[in-house]
């Protein structure tokens, strides 16, 4: 067994590395699951309770009536959460997600 510390290997790779880093003003994304209780929907948006608490702006995916919408936090309060969708729901859509919530309504 090695009683010394190893040294690093000279790697030319490592150091073009190192020189070729600027720092950067740019927002990445993440994509991450999480839970949401609808509240209530509109052909503009819904309301809703979020697993995990996300910042006004932030874009969502939410499947919703057998597809995916894309929708932006507006705002939230306390557990609460707003978002409008990006495209609005049409009525055939809107009367899907109704069916999808009180499916002995329909």
Do not use: Y
């Not at 993440?30 to 309301?47: C, E, F, H, P, Q």
């Not at 009536?65 to 809107?94: F, K, S, Y």
């Not at 899907?96 to 499916?103: E, F, I, K, L």
């Amino acid at each position: 067994m090695a009683t010394q510390p190893i040294e690093p290997e000279a790697d030319a790779g490592a150091d073009a590395r190192r020189h070729d880093r600027h720092r950067m003003g740019v927002k990445g994304s993440a994509r991450i699951a999480l839970g949401i209780d609808i509240i209530d929907a509109s052909t503009s948006g819904v309301r809703a309770c979020l697993s995990v608490p996300v910042p006004v702006g932030t874009l969502l995916k939410i499947g919703l009536a057998g597809q995916t919408r894309h929708a932006r936090v507006v705002w939230t309060d306390g557990e609460v959460t707003g978002c409008e969708w990006l495209a609005p729901l049409t009525l055939t859509e809107m009367k899907a997600v109704m069916g999808q919530a009180n499916p002995t309504s329909a």
